[in-house]
């Protein structure tokens, strides 16, 4: 990977803190860990710049734990490794491979105000928000809502200078290199966009988010 | 089936079991019955398995009425606990009739009741769980007057024969905490490490089931500023910038931005649970 050694920061009797050198890294860590965990492992709970490693100790003693970390951070990903796309430990190895498409009424209250601040037409931003390739890079703020990034999405955005007391569920927003959707109603700080129809949070589906980490995101611009 | 009538209420009352770990990486807390063991005692005590859900009760003032016969124990808060007004007591198995209700006086010591009924609280799982997030809005609603559960189906094990040794009332005075270092330590002095593990801390009125933020002298920050945020667990100890630390419980936010410059030791949370604001705690190395 990076050739930078993983800090393991101490977190309790059953989890170790991975501290990385960025979201990078982080994702890249996440994937090499995805793809192999051993028995114990309870959760991988990936962040912007850290990625939580919850195990059983009674099953996996955290000093094994760390060594699987440190190799994992070593080595990268299995060259035929394939993550689990929930981020949970998922002994099958069988993950969906299909990006989630969401459609998305662009429509937003601040995309033309954004579009103006960026420098562009709020066409451009729409389009490059519907061409670029986005994945969940870690959940936050909410349950099931998504940080998504993209490598081939360009802008930095300013998050509201007051953030709006009610956001409503579907709402899809950027904020910093980030984009995302609202599961569910709730205050947020993020620059509106757009709406979705889709359902980003069901509590009694398992998942119940549909943006889990790891997944591969399309926005399609939906058609009135 | 039998039905639970809820007939009064003083204090919070939630449905808890044993929570929903494992699903931190959704933004799902693991959330579960504060007093893990005590919930665990409980259920035993009617025969039930560990994790079945019970109610939690902050402080007392429920006031519970089934329409059948049905076996119950009462742990964790210290208190009067009557059947149709005569004292059965905490800790043990009791046995209310149809029609007769169940009565738990104010807390003398604890602060959180843990009721099992043989057969567990019946209410619909949210993700693996019946136990309300109070932070996420996840699982069953609070319990109110006028609110009727189900039980569940008798388990096969029966109500075992105990004496009284299985009681251990939660300490009224000064309670000690086992603390394990935090990976973000080096986020505050070396003096403010030392004053978190000398001195003697009270728990806030503010305190509930996201977090316990502590009352006692400031904790100097080495650091200024927030971190981008990460992962939290049970017990963390958060210092905010101005140097106050919270000790985040199970309903917490699965990711935060305060550095966490300790973490209680699990087998402690228990005790926090207990704590009542403006009681005393303090902490030692694990």
């Known amino acids: 990977m990076t050739g930078r050694e993983p800090r393991l920061l101490p977190s309790g009797r059953s989890a170790i803190l991975v501290e990385c050198v960025g979201l990078d890294e982080v994702l890249a860590l996440h994937d090499a860990l995805a793809a192999d965990p051993p028995e114990g ?7 912007a710049r850290t990625l939580l490693v919850a195990v059983d100790p009674d099953v996996l003693a955290l ?6 970390v440190r190799r994992a951070a070593r080595d990268g990903p299995p060259a035929d490794g394939r993550a689990t796309r929930d981020g949970r430990a998922d002994p099958t190895g069988e993950a969906s491979t299909d990006d989630v498409v969401i459609e998305v009424d662009y429509r937003g209250e601040d995309l033309a105000g954004l579009a103006d601040h960026l420098g562009v037409s709020p066409e451009h931003l729409v389009a490059r928000h519907v061409a670029a390739r ?5 959940i936050g703020f909410a ?6 990034v993209a490598d081939d999405w360009p802008f930095d955005v300013p998050r509201l200078d007051v953030a709006r007391t009610r956001v409503p569920p579907g709402a899809v927003g950027v904020a910093g290199a980030f984009s995302g959707a609202y599961p569910r109603e709730s205050p947020g700080g993020w620059r509106l966009i757009g ?7 069901d509590p009694l589906a398992d998942p119940p988010a549909l943006l889990v980490p790891g997944r591969g995101v399309r926005f399609r611009e939906a058609r009135a | ?10 204090g ?3 449905v808890q079991d044993l929570g929903r770990p494992g699903r931190a990486h959704l933004g799902v807390a693991p959330s579960g019955a504060l007093d893990r063991g005590a919930l665990a005692l409980a259920n035993r005590l009617v025969g039930n398995p560990d994790g079945v859900a019970g109610l939690e009760v902050v402080l007392g003032g429920l006031r519970l009425a089934p329409d059948r016969d049905l076996w119950f124990a009462v742990t964790g808060a210290w208190g009067s606990v009557r059947v149709a007004g005569r004292e059965v007591g905490p800790y043990r198995a009791a046995r209310v009739r149809a029609g007769e209700a169940v009565e738990l006086g104010s807390a003398e010591r604890g602060l959180r009741y843990l009721v099992a009924v043989r057969g567990g609280i019946d209410e619909p799982m949210v993700l693996g769980s019946r136990s309300r997030d109070t932070l996420a809005g996840i699982g069953p609603e609070p319990v109110g007057p ?3 559960l189900a039980v569940g189906r008798e388990p096969a094990a029966s109500v075992p024969l105990l004496d009284d040794d299985a009681a251990y009332p939660p300490p009224g005075g000064p309670v000690a905490l086992a603390l394990l270092p935090g990976p973000r330590a080096d986020w505050v002095t070396d003096a403010a490490l030392a004053a978190l593990h000398e001195s003697r801390w009270r728990v806030s009125a503010s305190a509930d089931r996201v977090g316990a933020r502590l009352e006692g002298p400031t904790l100097e920050r080495r650091v200024p500023g927030e971190l981008v945020s990460e992962p939290t667990v049970a017990g963390a100890i958060q210092v905010t910038g101005a140097g106050v630390p919270t000790v985040l419980l199970a309903d917490r936010p699965v990711t935060g931005g305060y550095p966490v410059v300790a973490i209680v030791d699990p087998g402690s949370l228990d005790l926090l649970a207990q704590v009542r604001p403006g009681q005393e705690v303090r902490f030692r190395h694990a």
């Open chain 2, 1 to 10: 089936m039998t039905l639970l009538r809820v007939e009064a209420t003083g």
């Open chain 1, 143 to 148: 349950p099931g809502f998504g940080y998504l």
């Open chain 1, 63 to 68: 000093e094994s734990a760390a060594g699987w």
């Open chain 2, 146 to 148: 006028g609110r009727v």
């Open chain 2, 12 to 14: 919070l009352v939630l």
């Open chain 1, 41 to 47: 492992v309870v959760e991988l709970v990936p962040a």
């Open chain 1, 195 to 201: 709406s979705t129809g889709v359902a980003l949070w």
């Open chain 1, 134 to 138: 986005w994945r969940v890079a870690f």
